[in-house]
Nanobody, 122 residues
Framework: EVQLVESGGGLVQPGGSLRLSCAASGFTFSSYAMSWVRQAPGKGLERVSAINGRGDTTSYADSVKGRFTISRDDAKNTLYLQMNSLKPEDTAVYHC???????????????WGQGTQVTVSS
């Protein structure tokens, strides 16, 4: 079965950095598009970023463009999200997700992991 396990979250100061990881199993990782989705307290869901199966096409939300970078290591079956210049408004539970295709679409993904908490505060 599809399994997605996020890690790397924690408490950081504004302006700091974190690198999130998503360990994938139960499917051929390189064949599927992946994404990062966040859920902030009192706010709706937001797709932060997405990457296709080949890793040659990416998408970013306007709120994180220029600060976050999505990447994948197919040999390690792992998805990453490098987060720099963090702001308090980045505080959220971050989930990785898998699409049902090599290419991503407008959606947030079909299978989700449990999430990892990121808190940006002084």
């Amino acid at each position: 079965e599809v399994q997605l396990v996020e890690s790397g979250g924690g408490l950081v100061q504004p302006g700091g950095s974190l690198r999130l990881s998503c360990a994938a199993s139960g499917f051929t990782f390189s064949s599927y598009a992946m994404s990062w989705v966040r859920q902030a307290p009192g706010k709706g869901l937001e797709r932060v970023s997405a990457i296709n199966g080949r890793g040659d096409t990416t998408s970013y939300a306007d709120s994180v463009k220029g600060r976050f970078t999505i990447s994948r290591d197919d040999a390690k079956n792992t998805l990453y999200l490098q987060m720099n210049s963090l702001k308090p408004e980045d505080t959220a539970v971050y989930h990785c997700a898998r699409y049902n295709n090599r290419n991503f679409d407008y959606s947030m993904g079909n299978y989700w992991g449990q999430g990892t908490q990121v808190t940006v505060s002084s």
